[in-house]
């Protein structure tokens, strides 16, 4: 019977240990209250596009491409300019300009109509490490592109295969090439694919960085008497973007149809000469000259240089920023210059 009491009394016991255990895990536990593991926060690595200033999540890779686009009116409206990352504008022959698209951001899935090379234009793209584009050539060109002076593919070699004739224009206002016929293009002649030079254009992080004085709104370029030539930008201050016309008409991207604008407009004063009887043209890209910057409503006077090749705005010996964005450089004939040529209003 004892031995019976004992057993229990020791249950009893050892019930009350355990009990009392458990009452101060729990008191502890009321102490230091458990915390989960938070993961550190990883920081998210951007990139700036090369010709736009602008943040992007992947790394630029694409060896940028640029084509001669036909710039007469029957060739009007052009497809995949709102694609492209900077446009020149420059007198191709007489006051008839052409234009100059770069793409490196995206490329547009048609490019056109593509026309023909001049020497200037082929300065401009070995500059910039650029793959060109053009149907046709001047005899310069021809000589500049059949000897390698850029990576290229013409029109004229490729006419029906990589370029392609529109049934809704008549020739020389209908050849264009695909996104895909690039590419073929670049594999054809084995070309680089990658980007590699480093292009010296400024950026500033935000179009709020620019200091805004008086707001400049309208600005025209008249190349020559005509007035298919005489174009306009157009400033809006919601968007912070120029949108321009052309012979009073708003430039679009057939593609799309969206109109094309612009975080910067700019002007170069560049001497010009004729150099034959069709009114060919030769440019001096060498020497530098005057020069107008518009961004965010803004106008800032500025003279160009040729860095390597790559004709950059400077002001007080300095490079000029850009608003991130696209890019219209107009090239301006030195007679009778910007002060005659460009005209702009609040």
């Known amino acids: 019977m004892k031995r019976k009491l004992i057993i229990v009394m020791l249950l009893v016991l050892a019930a009350l240990i355990v009990g009392c255990s458990k009452e101060k895990e729990k008191e502890e536990e009321k102490k230091e209250p458990a915390t989960a593991e938070v993961p550190a926060e990883v920081e998210k690595k951007t990139y700036i596009t090369p010709f736009t200033g602008v943040e992007v999540d992947k790394k630029p890779t694409m060896r940028p491409v640029m ?72 005899p310069e060109a021809k000589s500049m592109l059949t000897t390698g002076v850029v990576d290229n593919i013409n029109g004229m070699q490729y006419d029906g295969s990589l370029f392609k004739r529109s049934a809704d224009r008549v020739a020389p206002h209908n050849s264009y090439i695909s996104e895909e016929s690039v590419k073929l293009g670049e594999e054809k002649v084995d070309a680089a694919l990658k980007l590699q030079k480093k292009v010296p254009f400024s950026f500033y992080e935000s179009v709020e960085d620019v200091k805004i004085d008086k707001v400049i709104s309208k600005v025209d370029i008249r190349y020559g008497s005509d007035e298919q030539f005489h174009n306009t930008f157009t400033y809006n201050e919601d968007s912070k973007l120029y949108e321009r016309q052309s012979g009073g008409v708003v430039t679009k991207d057939l593609l799309n149809d969206e109109s094309v604008q612009v975080a910067n407009v700019l002007f170069f004063e560049i001497n010009h000469s004729t150099v034959d009887q069709k009114g060919r043209q030769a440019l001096d890209l060498a020497s530098g000259g005057s020069g107008y910057v518009f961004q965010a409503g803004q106008k800032l006077d500025v003279k160009w240089r040729n860095v390597d090749g790559v004709l950059l705005p400077y002001a007080d010996d300095k490079p000029v920023k850009l608003v991130p964005g696209k890019s219209w450089i107009n090239f301006v004939p030195s007679n009778p210059g910007l002060a005659k040529l460009v005209t702009y209003k609040p």
């Open 67 to 138: 084509v001669t686009i036909n710039n007469q009116p029957q060739a009007r409206p052009q497809s995949g300019l709102t694609s492209a990352d900077l446009i020149y504008e420059m007198v191709a022959e007489g006051n008839i300009t052409r234009i100059l698209a770069v793409f490196q951001s995206e490329l547009p899935e048609n490019i056109g109509p593509v026309r023909s090379a001049r020497d200037y234009f082929v300065d401009l793209a070995k500059g910039l490490d650029a793959f060109y584009i053009a149907h046709g050539y001047s």
